[in-house]
C-alpha cells in the first residue's frame, strides 16, 4: 500500500490506553473484599462466591486465612480481573446473614435483604487493587427448648452475646404462645414463572412464584411483591411459619417502632425468639401449661447467662408464652435475683389475671400451678397488654358461669352447643369460642371426644401408675375386664400409695440440686411426677405430699375442679384483683404494685380484635401498642432496644 492510498478509517495518532485497548489487552488488578456485620464486627467467609469481570470472564474467589491464628477468615481474594466495571455474586451462606450494604472509599451502597441475590453487585475494580467491605446482618437466633439437648445448646453462643454487648448492650427476648408449631423460614422471591400443563386438550400456562434457594429471615411485603405477580402471594411463602413467621413479624416491627425506616437495614437489630413445645393439639392445653413450665426451666440459665454479661434483658410473651417466662422468673427470684430483666411484657398472656400475686394461697388452680409469687421480683416493671376483644381468652360473662355449674354437676350441656364443637375444624378456638370464649373453658371435661381438661395430661403423665380412678372405662387398663370390684379398688389404693412415695422420693433427690444449679447458672433438673409444680426453684417433701392429696381429690371428681378458673390476664387485666370493680377478689399486693409503677395495665380493647392481632398488626396496634406502649413509654424511656 502507497502512502496516498485511500483507507477505509481514519487514523488516530493517541497513544493505546487502558480504556482504548482491547478487552484481551486491558490491565487486570485485584479484588480484595472483607465481610462483616452492621456493627463492623468480622464475619467468615464460607463460600467466596464469584466475579464476572468486563471480559465476561467469572472468577471464584480466594478465602484468606486470618492474620492471626485465632481469627477468622473474613476475607477473599479475586485476582486477575480486568479492570472495570464487575458484578459479585454471593451464595447467601452462612444462612440467615442477609447483605446490606458494600463501602469502598468511594462510595457507600446499601440493600434490602434478598435484592441482590438476582443480580449481584455492581463495583469498580481499579488499577493495583480495589478494597471492599460487604455487610451483612447477623444471623437470626433461635433458641430450640422444644427438643432434648446439652445444656450449653440453651444459652448464646461467644459470639452471640458479643452482638448483644455491641448493640447497644441489651437483648431483647420474644416466647411465642400456644399451639405454635416451630415452623422454618420462608424464601426470596427470584420471580414468575410458567407451567405447560394440559386443561383438556389445549395447553393451560399456568403462572406460579419462583424462589430462591435461600431463606429469607427478615420481613417481606406480600402485598407490594404481589402487585407485579398474576398470583397473590401468600404472607407464610415469604415470611414462614410456625416460630419462625412469628420471629419475622415481631422483630421487624419492635425495628420500625424503634425508628427503622424499611430502607436502610444498617441499625436493625435481632432479637432472641424462644420456641417451646406449645403445640400439644387444639385441645390439650393442660399439657401445654406443664410444657411451658418446663421449657420455663430450661430458659432460666439464659437470662442468667445475659445479666452476668452485664446486658439488659427485656421480654415480650405472647398468650401462653407468659408462663415460660413467669416460671423463669419465679425461679430466679425465688434465690434472691433482684431486677434482672427491665421489662416483661404479657402480650394477651393466658395466665390467671391474679397470676402475679405474692400470695400463694390466693391460688385458686387445684394443682397449685396458678400463681407465681415470686416473679415479680426479677422484673423492675412488668406490663400487661390485654384486651376485651380477645375472643379466645375471654369473655366471662355470667352465662359462662352457669355453664360452668352445669358441667361441674354432670348437666348435659345444649344440644346446638355440643353440635357446634362436633362440627368444629379448630374445636378449641372455633366451637368453644362460640360458647364464650376458650381460654375458662380449659378445664371442661366433655364432650368426652375433645379430649381436653385435666384427665388426658395426668394419665399421661401417670400412665405408669394407672388406674387412678374407679370409673369404669375412664383409664384404660389391660386388667380392668379381669378385675373385680374389690380388686380394682384395691389396685387403685396402691398405686395411689406407690405414686405418694415416687413423688416424696423425687422431691427429696431433686431438692439440693434444684437450688444448686440455679445458684450456679446452669440447667435445673426438670421433674417428671411433680412437673405441675416446676414453676417452683424446688418441691419439698411435704408440698410434694400435698400435691399428690390434692392430685387424688382432682381425680376421685372425674378431673372435674370444684371451682373454674380465674379468668384471663389477657382478657380482664387487672379489673377484678386491683380494680374499682374488685371486692372479695381484690389484691392489695398487686394494688399497690400498680400504684407504684411495678406493674402497668395497658388496654387494647379500642384496637386489638383478635388472640394475636399483634402478629400482622394493623395500623392502630402498631402506633399505640408497638410504638407507643412499648417503645416509647417503656423500652426507649427506661431501657434500650438495640442501638436505637
Given at each position: 500500500m502507497t502512502a496516498n492510498a485511500t483507507l477505509p478509517f481514519s487514523p488516530s495518532s493517541a497513544p493505546l490506553g487502558e480504556h482504548g485497548a482491547p478487552v484481551c489487552r486491558r490491565q487486570t488488578a485485584d479484588l480484595l473484599l472483607q465481610r462483616t456485620d452492621n456493627l463492623g464486627r468480622p464475619l467468615a467467609f464460607t463460600d467466596a462466591g464469584t466475579v464476572m469481570d468486563m471480559a465476561a470472564k467469572s472468577v471464584s474467589g480466594t478465602i484468606l486465612d486470618g492474620p492471626e491464628p485465632d481469627q477468622i477468615a473474613h476475607q477473599a481474594r479475586f485476582e486477575r480481573l480486568t479492570i472495570g466495571e464487575v458484578r459479585w455474586h454471593w451464595s447467601e451462606k452462612p444462612e440467615g446473614e442477609h447483605l446490606i450494604g458494600i463501602n469502598t472509599v468511594s462510595e457507600k451502597l446499601r440493600f434490602i435483604p434478598g435484592e441482590t441475590l438476582e443480580d449481584g453487585v455492581e463495583l469498580d475494580v481499579i488499577a493495583r487493587e480495589r478494597k471492599a467491605t460487604a455487610i451483612h446482618l447477623p444471623a437470626p437466633m433461635v433458641i430450640n427448648l422444644r427438643e432434648e439437648s446439652l445444656p450449653d445448646d440453651d444459652l448464646l453462643t461467644a459470639r452471640q452475646l458479643n452482638y448483644f454487648k455491641a448493640n447497644g448492650n441489651n437483648a431483647l427476648l420474644f416466647v411465642h404462645g400456644y399451639n405454635v408449631p416451630h415452623g422454618d423460614w420462608g424464601r426470596f422471591l427470584k420471580g414468575e414463572g410458567r407451567s405447560q400443563n394440559y386443561h383438556g386438550n389445549t395447553r393451560s400456562f399456568r403462572r406460579h412464584p419462583v424462589w430462591h434457594l435461600y431463606k429469607a429471615t427478615v420481613w417481606q411485603d406480600a402485598d407490594a411483591l404481589s402487585e407485579s405477580l398474576f398470583t397473590p402471594l401468600e404472607d407464610d411463602q415469604l415470611n414462614g411459619n410456625g416460630l419462625h413467621n412469628w420471629a419475622v413479624h415481631m422483630e421487624y416491627r419492635l425495628n420500625r417502632a424503634a425508628g427503622f425506616d424499611g430502607k436502610d437495614w444498617m441499625p436493625y437489630s435481632r432479637i432472641i425468639n424462644v420456641s417451646w413445645p406449645g403445640d400439644t393439639g387444639s385441645t390439650d392445653f393442660m399439657q401445654a401449661e406443664l410444657n411451658a413450665m418446663a421449657a420455663g426451666r430450661r430458659l432460666a440459665p439464659l437470662l442468667q447467662q445475659l445479666h452476668s454479661a452485664g446486658i439488659a434483658i427485656n421480654i415480650i410473651t405472647h398468650s401462653l408464652g407468659a408462663r415460660v417466662a413467669l416460671t423463669a422468673l419465679n425461679l430466679l427470684g425465688n434465690i434472691g435475683y433482684r431486677d434482672l430483666v427491665d421489662h416483661l411484657f404479657l402480650w394477651q398472656p393466658a395466665v390467671a389475671d391474679n397470676a402475679l400475686t405474692n400470695q400463694a394461697s390466693r391460688d385458686v388452680h387445684p394443682l397449685g400451678l396458678g400463681v407465681f409469687p415470686e416473679a415479680h421480683g426479677a422484673a423492675r416493671r412488668i406490663v400487661v397488654l390485654h384486651s376485651k376483644g380477645d375472643g379466645i381468652l375471654g369473655p366471662e360473662e355470667a352465662s359462662d358461669k352457669d355453664w360452668w355449674s352445669r358441667i361441674v354437676r354432670r348437666v348435659s350441656p345444649l344440644a346446638t352447643a355440643t353440635w357446634q364443637i362436633a362440627t368444629s375444624e379448630d374445636p378449641m378456638d372455633d366451637a368453644?369460642?362460640?360458647?364464650?370464649?376458650?381460654?375458662?373453658?380449659?378445664?371442661?371435661?366433655?364432650?368426652?371426644?375433645?379430649?381436653?381438661?385435666?384427665?388426658?395430661?395426668?394419665?399421661?403423665?401417670?400412665?405408669?401408675?394407672?388406674?387412678?380412678?374407679?370409673?369404669?372405662?375412664?383409664?384404660?387398663?389391660?386388667?380392668?375386664?379381669?378385675?373385680?370390684?374389690?380388686?380394682?379398688?384395691?389396685?387403685?389404693?396402691?398405686?395411689?400409695?406407690?405414686?405418694?412415695?415416687?413423688?416424696?422420693?423425687?422431691?427429696?433427690?431433686?431438692?439440693?440440686?434444684?437450688?444448686?444449679?440455679?445458684?450456679?447458672?446452669?440447667?435445673?433438673?426438670?421433674?417428671?411426677?411433680?412437673?405441675?409444680?416446676?414453676?417452683?426453684?424446688?418441691?419439698?417433701?411435704?408440698?410434694?405430699?400435698?400435691?399428690?392429696?390434692?392430685?387424688?381429690?382432682?381425680?376421685?371428681?372425674?378431673?372435674?375442679?370444684?371451682?373454674?378458673?380465674?379468668?384471663?390476664?389477657?382478657?380482664?387485666?387487672?379489673?377484678?384483683?386491683?380494680?374499682?370493680?374488685?371486692?372479695?377478689?381484690?389484691?392489695?399486693?398487686?394494688?399497690?404494685m400498680l400504684d407504684h409503677g411495678a406493674f402497668a395495665d395497658v388496654n387494647q380493647s379500642r384496637w386489638l380484635f383478635s388472640h394475636s392481632g399483634m402478629r400482622i398488626p394493623s395500623d392502630e396496634v402498631f402506633a399505640e401498642v408497638y410504638r407507643k406502649e412499648i417503645m416509647e413509654n417503656h423500652l426507649l424511656a427506661n431501657s434500650r432496644f438495640g442501638r436505637y
Open positions: 368453644l369460642g362460640y360458647l364464650h370464649g376458650a381460654y375458662d373453658k380449659k378445664w371442661w371435661t366433655f364432650p368426652s371426644f375433645l379430649d381436653n381438661g385435666f384427665g388426658p395430661a395426668m394419665e399421661k403423665l401417670y400412665a405408669g401408675y394407672l388406674p387412678l380412678t374407679l370409673e369404669p372405662g375412664s383409664v384404660a387398663h389391660p386388667q380392668r375386664s379381669a378385675s373385680s370390684a374389690a380388686s380394682l379398688q384395691q389396685t387403685v389404693a396402691d398405686n395411689w400409695a406407690r405414686l405418694e412415695q415416687d413423688a416424696i422420693a423425687e422431691a427429696r433427690a431433686l431438692w439440693q440440686p434444684c437450688m444448686d444449679c440455679l445458684r450456679n447458672g446452669t440447667r435445673p433438673p426438670q421433674y417428671r411426677l411433680l412437673v405441675p409444680l416446676g414453676h417452683r426453684a424446688s418441691i419439698s417433701p411435704n408440698l410434694a405430699q400435698d400435691y399428690i392429696r390434692h392430685l387424688r381429690k382432682l381425680a376421685l371428681n372425674g378431673w372435674r375442679p370444684e371451682r373454674p378458673p380465674r379468668p384471663a390476664l389477657g382478657y380482664v387485666g387487672f379489673d377484678e384483683v386491683a380494680g374499682d370493680e374488685a371486692s372479695s377478689t381484690f389484691d392489695p399486693f398487686i394494688a399497690d
